[in-house]
């Protein structure tokens, strides 16, 4: 039963990206439910350039099912238009190694991939290129 079990991720549209925070192990159930919760958000965006804010800090080593499930959505995100990623990467090693074959698909040439210190130097890079407004 799932009663009273809270989500595995997190999921925030702001402006023109979202912010997606991880948490713990990534079942190909809960990893199911993200791709429908992550797609029924970008949906409005997709008709333009949009970006992503990744939190994967807190996320923790995943059934293969589950990485391939991520795969196929980073495809999809890609063919819809996702243009800049910016990454929060947790500290151990294997968890990045895996994280990262986890979205080892190809990507497109115009893909802004950065890695960010924390959630500041990620809205500033967001802010800087265009996705995300100011706090004026």
Known sequence: MQRGQTKAYQLQLIDRV?????????SVL?????????RALVLP???EPWAI??????????PAQALELMKQNSVWAFAHNLH???????????LTWQYLK??????PVYLTRHIAEN????????????????AD
């Open 30 to 38: 809960s990893t199911e439910e993200y791709i429908r919760d992550f």
């Open 102 to 107: 986890a979205t080892e698909v190809e990507k």
């Open 53 to 62: 804010a990744l939190d994967v800090r807190q996320w923790q080593a995943s």
């Open 18 to 26: 979202l912010w997606v925070q991880v948490f713990g192990v990534s």
């Open 45 to 47: 965006l997709v008709a």
């Open 119 to 134: 959630e500041e130097t990620a809205r500033l890079s967001l802010q800087a290129a265009g996705y995300l407004k100011g």
């Open 84 to 94: 800049h990623v910016e990454l929060l990467l947790p500290a151990d090693e294997m």
